[in-house]
């Protein structure tokens, strides 16, 4: 089975995933100790994780494709599920190339 085929089909763990998650807006809550330099405002004027030009939140390791501040990650990120409906929603939009030329963010 493809790559393709399984983040379709909703099989894959999060050390077998690109961390779609973190191409999504990641919006700040008061709770959240995130520092300035990670962030942003979004053009509604939310506090929010920056994005680098690749699209990924840019407290991600790209190395492993893990978090680079998991002990302290937004709230948002704490309560995101692996296979839960966004996950899957978000895996499958990033697996359909048709999708991905016209991807929309979505804010969790
Ligand atoms: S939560 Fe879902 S989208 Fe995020 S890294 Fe894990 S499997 Fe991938
Ligand atoms: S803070 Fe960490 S878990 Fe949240 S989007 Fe950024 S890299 Fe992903």
Redesign the pocket.
């Known amino acids: 089975m493809t790559d393709s085929a399984k983040l379709s089909r909703g099989d ?3 050390s077998s ?6 191409r999504l807006t990641v919006v700040l809550q008061p709770e959240d100790h995130v520092p300035g330099y990670l962030t942003t405002y979004s053009p509604e004027g939310l506090r929010v994780m920056r994005r680098g030009d690749d699209g990924w939140c840019v407290a991600l390791n790209s190395t492993n494709m893990n978090c680079g501040i998991y002990e302290t990650r937004p709230s948002v990120c704490r309560r ?4 839960g409906p966004y ?1 899957k929603a ?2 499958a939009e990033y697996s359909d190339p048709i999708a991905v030329s016209d991807r929309h963010q979505a804010i969790l």
């Open positions: 894959v763990r999060c995933c690109e961390a779609v998650c973190c995101f599920m692996m296979n996950c978000i895996r």
